[in-house]
């Protein structure tokens, strides 16, 4: 009965060893959805994971009936995650896409160069091991840029309309204050502490007053 019970503890756990080499790989996209203009660059943004050490596997970027890259495997190493952190490979970069991509080796991630029109469309990615394969896409979407670059320049017409209104805002509130102070009545311009115009005004009055004795001294 005992040695039963030792043999179904081995046999139990042999199972997940054997299910851990073979489990699949794990294939990750960052976003599902990017966007770029004419002659600029995109990123296709993506990692994958392995489900053991010293793995072969292959990554394949396509389009459409396009192959854009293929990059083939033979040796690797990984982190406890599962991230590669070395890997013996080779790319192979298909004639439509030469010159226009730059590969990531490591996280699987693809840059694409000198962007057109046509370069609009769903972009697939898929990682294949024994036994194992695992795709995901990712949707660009490319449109055109300004006819000129003087007009990347100038700000749009949302921010004229925006700026416009607070110039006209700040000169109606200066305009309000000097109304408010030139327009006091002459009961209240002795209250007048606040506008600068009716204190210099004051201040000259209260002078004249005090000098005129003066002067008729001087005239006599």
Same mark, same amino acid.
């Given at each position: 009965?005992?040695?039963?019970?030792?043999?179904?503890?081995?046999?139990?756990?042999?199972?997940?060893?054997?299910?851990?080499?073979?489990?699949?790989?794990?294939?990750?996209?960052?976003?599902?959805?990017?966007?770029?203009?004419?002659?600029?660059?995109?990123?296709?943004?993506?990692?994958?994971?392995?489900?053991?050490?010293?793995?072969?596997?292959?990554?394949?970027?396509?389009?459409?009936?396009?192959?854009?890259?293929?990059?083939?495997?033979?040796?690797?190493?990984?982190?406890?995650?599962?991230?590669?952190?070395?890997?013996?490979?080779?790319?192979?970069?298909?004639?439509?896409?030469?010159?226009?991509?730059?590969?990531?080796?490591?996280?699987?991630?693809?840059?694409?160069?000198?962007?057109?029109?046509?370069?609009?469309?769903?972009?697939?990615?898929?990682?294949?091991?024994?036994?194992?394969?695992?795709?995901?896409?990712?949707?660009?979407?490319?449109?055109?840029? *300004?006819?000129?670059?003087?007009?990347?320049?100038?700000?749009?017409?949302?921010?004229?309309?925006?700026?416009?209104?607070?110039?006209?805002?700040?000169?109606?509130?200066?305009?309000?204050?000097?109304?408010?102070?030139?327009?006091?009545?002459?009961?209240?311009?002795?209250?007048?502490?606040?506008? *600068?115009?009716?204190?210099?005004?004051?201040?000259?009055?209260?002078?004249?007053?005090?000098?005129?004795?003066?002067?008729?001294?001087?005239?006599?």
């Amino acid at each position: 009965m005992g040695s039963k019970a030792i043999q179904g503890n081995a046999y139990c756990a042999i199972i997940p060893f054997f299910l851990g080499a073979t489990a699949a790989h794990e294939l990750i996209t960052y976003e599902n959805a990017t966007s770029g203009t004419i002659g600029q660059s995109v990123l296709l943004p993506i990692s994958y994971r392995l489900a053991r050490q010293f793995a072969s596997y292959t990554i394949q970027w396509e389009t459409g009936n396009w192959t854009i890259l293929y990059y083939r495997v033979t040796n690797s190493t990984t982190d406890p995650q599962g991230c590669p952190t070395w890997e013996n490979g080779k790319a192979t970069i298909f004639h439509k896409y030469k010159g226009r991509v730059q590969f990531f080796g490591l996280n699987g991630s693809l840059i694409l160069w000198d962007l057109q029109l046509n370069d609009t469309g769903s972009y697939r990615v898929v990682l294949t091991s024994t036994g194992n394969i695992t795709e995901k896409q990712i949707r660009v979407t490319i449109t055109e840029t *300004p006819i000129s670059s003087d007009a990347q320049k100038m700000p749009n017409l949302e921010t004229i309309i925006i700026r416009t209104i607070l110039c006209f805002c700040v000169v109606f509130v200066l305009v309000f204050l000097i109304i408010r102070c030139e327009c006091q009545p002459a009961s209240q311009m002795d209250r007048c502490t606040t506008c *600068p115009t009716q204190g210099w005004t004051h201040t000259i009055v209260s002078f004249v007053q005090t000098s005129s004795p003066r002067e008729e001294i001087d005239r006599e």
